[in-house]
């Protein structure tokens, strides 16, 4: 199971909003097949590992990361090709939240006489289909807040100079997040003061998450890198009726897609983007943003997991800007709370990660 979720992440930012999937099979402790999900259309890890297995798959043990499908997509189904396969037994490391599924997928192959065993690796395959649980089960989003800061909490000088607050493996680390992203979050203020580009330089051809810049009123210059950058993937910005037609034309004519959101004290309405977001199957976004639109996200409840980079650098002042803006909160019991943390060394930084403990 262990190397049918290292097949599965193959096929990471590359298959969303569909899941990650890597099938394996073994006769007599001898793999016969292998494969993984590649990207969305494609055929099912199963019924590629099947394929290469051939007849070597009648008695065999499957593993496979996701419990098989037993509808019908743009694929048939893979409960079907493996009955028709007759393995003795198959394990599935997670059942799969789909309603079509759920469940029946797992009773379709008992009732065929094909044993299916839930497990192993059950958290490992839940954790790297997070943000294809949370949609089927919800219909919304998983949203990651990335935050890079000194050891005071600091996210760029009084001068407003970010770069680079950490090292070399975090900000690997970060494009590894990116390529796993189907979009990346920013507010305009980001654009004005670091004019990213947000594209994912990772060596290996890996595919660029769209970019969508926060920006109620369009100020973001055309000529900003994010509207201009070499990639195949669309910047959107999104706005209000509140910008202005002219540079919304600027914007469409240097290469931009706008898209017009709800608007919340002249601000876009963050529910509204994100729902907009997944009518476009874009499931798992990465904010980068500053302070004030992390703040934003947290307050409106839109955030279930935080990366927060942390470089052993102490950069003070009052007027440096920190992590999480808002209004904040009075008492402490009402401090958002996180679960699962995990803390890892990149270099000379740390990486805390956790997720956002659901209200009560």
């Not at 990361?65 to 037994?89: D, K, M, N, S, Y």
């Not at 943390?341 to 000379?348: A, D, H, Q």
Request: with cysteine; glycine share 10%; proline share 6%.
């Amino acid at each position: 199971m262990a190397e049918a979720l290292r097949l599965a992440k193959k096929g990471i930012g590359a298959v969303s909003p569909n899941p990650a999937v890597g099938a394996l099979i073994a006769q007599e402790n001898q793999i016969v097949g292998r494969a993984y999900y590649a990207r969305a259309g494609a055929e099912h890890a199963e019924v590629l590992a099947l394929r290469e297995a051939g007849d070597r798959a009648a008695g065999a043990t499957v593993y496979v990361t996701l419990e098989p499908c037993c509808h019908w997509g743009r694929r048939p189904p893979c409960v079907q090709a493996l009955i028709a396969a007759r393995p003795a037994r198959v394990y599935y490391a997670m059942r799969d939240p789909d309603p079509r599924v759920n469940g029946a997928g797992a009773l379709a192959l008992e009732r065929a006489g094909i044993e299916a065993i839930e497990g192993p690796l059950g958290d490992e395959a839940r954790r790297l289909n997070e943000a294809y649980i949370r949609h089927r089960r919800t219909g919304q989003p998983f949203v990651t807040l990335k935050m890079a800061a000194s050891a005071d909490g600091k996210t760029a000088t009084r001068a407003g100079k970010s770069r680079w607050i950490t090292g070399q493996a975090a900000r690997h680390r970060v494009h590894e997040l990116r390529h796993a992203a189907d979009a990346v979050l920013i507010g305009v203020g980001t654009v004005l003061g670091d004019d990213p580009v947000l594209t994912c330089r990772l060596p290996g051809g890996e595919i660029d998450p769209i970019a969508v810049v926060v920006d109620s009123k369009a100020r973001t210059p055309p000529t900003s890198r994010v509207v201009q950058r070499r990639s195949p993937a669309a910047t959107i910005i999104a706005t209000t009726k509140r910008a202005s037609v002219s540079a919304l034309g600027a914007l469409r004519s240097a290469g931009a897609e706008v898209l017009v959101c709800e608007d919340r004290d002249g601000r876009v309405e963050l529910a509204d983007l994100l729902q907009n977001l997944v009518k476009m199957n874009r499931i798992n976004i990465l904010c980068e943003g500053g302070a004030t639109l992390a703040g934003s996200l947290v307050e409106g409840g839109h955030v279930q997991k935080v990366c927060f980079f942390i470089a052993p650098k102490l950069i003070g002042g009052a007027a440096a800007p920190t992590t999480v803006g808002g209004e904040g909160i009075a008492r402490l019991a009402d401090a958002v709370s996180l679960r699962d943390v995990r803390i890892e060394t990149l270099g000379p930084d740390m990486l805390y990660e956790g997720y956002v403990c659901s209200p009560e």
